[in-house]
């Protein structure tokens, strides 16, 4: 289910600010006589995704419609959206600045068949070895990318993750933690999304996507929230789906 989930439309309905956070769980220990209050991490957390000010323009009903089907298909927070998280300011691209995706032919210089050529990510790292649900580790080996991996992010089937300090580097394969905890098995050799991430979302309110026409301006700029579905990546877990 989640390989043919509906994604946001980004070049469509383009947020002008994208704002992901990791939202940790913690616990508090109280007070000390000293007054600093002890917080331990007791689980690595869930995103929550804001999109502010998406452009919306009168003069474009294409907007309107797909901003409308959305809302639909959705039907408040019980929907599933794979949201787009732009990553572009700390990608690992080889050649140290941004490099947009190419289009390129299959490997038996074919194409699909409208004609349209295939989706040639700029950077290309994989996992290596299988990662379970519940890893906060993960080994990876660069195949096309920059030599520093470190406070990046990647996704894999829709789940995201933000990658820490290096534990250990062997050659070109880099052990690192993430953050969250692994959603779903990584297998051995899975090409991990770095160039454009996304993270299987839930609308934050049931009511998340109501929007306002404005006849004065010709236009508007809603926001949406947006919070991790980890109710259907326990459900996976469980082999409820």
């Not at 000010?53 to 907007?63: E, L, P, T």
């Not at 194409?111 to 790292?125: G, K, L, M, R, W």
């Not at 406070?151 to 820490?164: D, M, P, Q, V, W």
Request: one cysteine or more; glycine letters at 8%; charged letters at 20%.
């Amino acid at each position: 289910m989640v390989d043919t989930v509906m994604e946001w439309p980004f070049c469509t309905l383009t947020p002008s600010q994208v704002a992901p956070g990791l939202v940790p769980f913690t616990r508090s220990g109280g007070r000390s006589l000293g007054g600093v209050e002890p917080v331990t991490r007791t689980d690595l957390g869930y995103w929550a995704i804001d999109y502010a000010g998406i452009v919306i323009q009168n003069r474009y009903r294409d907007q309107w419609q797909t901003w409308q089907a959305i809302r639909q298909k959705l039907g408040g927070r019980s929907g599933l959206i794979a949201v787009r998280v732009p990553s572009s300011l700390s990608a690992p691209y080889a050649s140290g600045s941004f490099e947009p995706v190419g289009d390129q032919p299959h490997s038996d210089d074919t194409y699909h068949d409208d004609d349209t050529p295939y989706e040639q990510n700029a950077i290309s790292v994989v996992s290596d070895g299988t990662t379970p649900v519940g890893a906060t580790t993960i080994r990876l080996r660069i195949i096309n990318a920059a030599a520093n991996l470190v406070g990046t992010r990647f996704s894999y089937n829709h789940a995201l993750y933000e990658i820490g300090p290096v534990i250990t580097i062997d050659g070109d394969v880099w052990t690192v933690p993430i953050s969250p905890t692994v959603r779903d098995t990584i297998p051995s050799g899975s090409d991990l999304e770095f160039d454009r991430p996304t993270c299987l979302c839930h609308l934050a309110e049931d009511r998340g996507m109501d929007v306002s026409q404005d006849a004065i301006t010709k236009g508007t700029r809603p926001n949406v929230s947006f919070v991790e579905a980890t109710d259907y990546w326990n459900r996976l877990a469980l082999g409820l789906l």
